[in-house]
């Protein structure tokens, strides 16, 4: 018993020594596994990262528990969302991705208050490393080689699994939309128009007549590289654009300029819309609210520029990555509810209107919504919105502690993300992408880091 607290001693010397450099440490932990899956997975389907971050997980929570004063708000949180999900495991569905999507957002929760506390300790290195890696894996797409080349799915957004086929028209054997997956072109019209009406009836509750615009919504043309999606690709590649903007904004070095233009041009060539969509409202609104009258005039102007002469664009984009993008606004513009991010929502609020008081309060789980959705809409896919998603499979209480960490992010840092143009636009972005996208499903483990390695140079500028 004597020898215990030299022990403890000699424990907490060796850990107070290593300790600064654990946040480096952990952020090249999860990059390597984070690279293992994309390699893993381009063979075979299997949950590399998630099994890496289940070991890492309990680590860097016990870590972030040392010397930090909100570790009791980080705790509500985790044991919050952790309670929830055992309950619903065993009331409701139970199955594995019921721990993966657990695990997202509890690792979106610990390495915020994790960065926060030591964001002296971040290096610029590890960014430049994530650039690196995220390159490299993208550049597979160039030789023609992307994540679904060898098990290819059909990756077709919205067309195949929401769309009620009218038996007297002819237009889907006509048109024969073809959609990219990988290297292999799937074409959507092998069957009868009648044959498709039957599968639709027999598989889907919630369907909608056919128009025009599903052709327009299912040509997309996506590059990913060794990405498992392209919107992860967008992500990582779009938040370091904003990341090198700011460098340069502070720095005014070439280097950053060069590797701005890179990460948009990157982000834009991966076909994904959702991160460019929340980039744009971002702006809007840091412009409405430092009233840049003249600029918002200007983006005005570029908007209706692009209503009037969309399909003019639409034809001269056809069989590029920008297709989707003017595709994007056509839909929008000529009719919303074709949008797979509305069909998604509308499919949640059918089920949500089913809720009884057991499931307000502890949700359904996310096998549940998963299996919803493929009921509703043929196609197992959960909400594409972090807040619906963690109502219906967490329930009320989680959802309100999900809406004030937000809050508290903004809190935290709102003289940063006031002051800087790209700050600001990092932290709406995060918030809209949530809605339109999701976000916690995007690696905030990496994204994060960036975020905070921002504040750290204003805070360094700040004190020059």
Same mark, same amino acid.
């Given at each position: 018993m004597s020898k215990l607290p030299g022990f403890k001693g000699a424990f907490k010397r060796a850990f107070d020594k290593y300790e600064p450099k654990l946040p480096g440490v952990f952020f090249w932990l999860f990059l390597a596994s984070f690279v293992l899956d994309r390699v893993v997975n381009f063979f075979v389907h299997f949950p590399f990262f998630v099994g890496v971050a289940l070991l890492l997980f309990p680590l860097l929570f016990l870590v972030t528990q040392y010397r930090n004063p909100e570790k009791r708000k980080l705790n509500l949180l985790v044991f919050s969302f952790l309670t929830i999900t055992i309950l619903s495991s065993i009331v409701f569905l139970f199955g594995v991705k019921n721990i993966s999507d657990l695990l997202f957002i509890l690792l979106f929760f610990t390495v915020y208050f994790y960065y926060r506390h030591n964001i002296n300790r971040l290096k610029i290195s590890n960014i430049f490393l994530f650039l690196g890696i995220s390159l490299i894996l993208f550049s597979f797409t160039f030789a023609r080689i992307d994540s679904g080349a060898i098990n290819v799915t059909e990756y077709s957004s919205s067309f195949n699994w929401i769309t009620y086929y009218d038996e007297k028209s002819n237009d889907v054997s006509e048109k024969k939309p073809i959609v990219q997956s990988g290297e292999k072109q799937v074409n959507q019209s092998d069957k009868k128009p009648e044959e498709k009406k039957a599968v639709a009836k027999k598989r889907t509750k919630l369907r909608w007549k056919k128009n025009a615009l599903d052709s327009i919504e299912a040509v997309r043309v996506y590059h990913n590289g060794l990405f498992r999606i392209p919107h992860v690709a967008s992500y990582f590649f779009g938040f370091l654009f904003l990341f090198f903007a700011h460098q340069y904004q502070k720095k005014k070095k070439m280097l950053f300029m060069v590797l701005l233009a890179v990460s948009l041009a990157v982000c834009i060539y991966t076909g994904s819309r959702a #991160? !460019?969509?929340a980039f744009v409202l971002s702006m809007i609104l840091f412009l409405f609210n430092r009233k840049h009258i003249v600029y !918002?005039?200007? &983006?005005?102007?570029v908007f209706w520029v692009l209503v009037f002469a969309n399909k003019y664009f639409l034809q001269l984009s056809r069989d590029t990555f920008f297709y989707q993008y003017f595709a994007f606004i056509e839909t929008s513009i000529e009719n919303f509810t074709r949008l797979s991010r509305y069909r998604l929502w509308f499919s949640w609020w059918v @089920?949500?209107?089913? $809720?009884?008081?057991? @499931?307000? &309060?502890i949700g359904k789980s996310y096998m549940n919504a998963v299996y919803a959705n493929a009921d509703n809409l043929d196609y197992k896919v959960w909400f594409h919105n972090d807040f619906l998603n963690i109502f219906y499979t967490f329930g009320t209480w989680c959802t309100l502690l999900y809406i004030w960490f937000f809050i508290k992010i903004y809190r935290d840092n709102k003289n940063y993300i006031r002051q800087n143009i790209f700050i600001f636009i990092f932290y709406c972005s995060m918030v809209i992408t949530a809605i339109i996208n999701g976000f916690y499903y995007? /690696?905030?483990?990496f994204l994060l880091y960036? /975020? $905070? $390695?921002? #504040?750290?140079s204003e805070k360094q500028l700040a004190k020059v």
């Open positions: #991160i !460019l969509a !918002l005039s200007l &983006l005005l102007v @089920e949500v209107r089913k $809720f009884g008081v057991w @499931e307000l &309060l995007y /690696f905030p483990v960036m /975020f $905070f $390695f921002m #504040i750290k």
